[in-house]
């Protein structure tokens, strides 16, 4: 009988991201949002499929609603040496392609291609208990413009 895979330590680095956290961000003007303007998110994460994904639930708030509602699947590929980012969304963000990074220093970074263009998303580790969170678009990989600029904190 075959031994079963076990998470390397790539796995376990992604568990910076576990925990319940709380968010102020500010939404950049942007075409998907004209207007931008401030928003508050509650984020959960866990690990789980026996340590080797950390999920995510997210949810933001706008005006006093609920605006936003996002599912990620973090987890590491092997054989590619790259950190993964699977996003579902209440935008329909269902068939998004895969979001492919790396972890440098306290930075795990993701960029991918969608219809729309590029996009880079940076969790960036602030100290124990807090995080920053950038969402950055670009139509030709070398240009890049904010969409969100998030702080968030353990609660």
């Keep these: 009988m075959m031994e079963m895979p076990k998470p390397q330590p790539e796995h376990t680095k992604l568990n910076f991201l576990t925990g319940k956290w709380v968010g102020e961000e500010k939404i950049l003007p942007s075409p998907w949002d004209p ?3 401030p928003a508050s998110s509650k984020v959960e ?3 789980d499929l026996d340590g080797f994904n950390v999920i995510m639930d997210y949810v933001e708030t706008r005006n006093g609603q609920i605006a936003f509602r996002g599912h990620g699947v973090f987890g590491f590929d092997c054989n590619e040496k790259v950190y993964t980012m699977h996003w579902f969304d209440s935008m329909g963000a269902n068939a998004t392609p895969v979001a492919k ?9 993701f960029t991918n291609q969608t219809p ?3 996009g880079r998303y940076t969790y960036e580790m602030q100290g124990e208990g807090r995080y920053r969170f950038t969402i950055e678009n670009s139509q030709d990989g070398r ?7 998030g702080q968030y904190k353990r609660v």
Excluded: I, K, Y
């Design 116 to 118: 729309m263009g590029q």
């Design 143 to 149: 240009s890049w413009a904010m969409f969100m600029d």
């Design 101 to 109: 990074g790396r972890l440098d220093g306290n930075r795990l970074v």
């Design 45 to 47: 994460a866990r690990t």
């Design 35 to 37: 207007q931008g303007g």
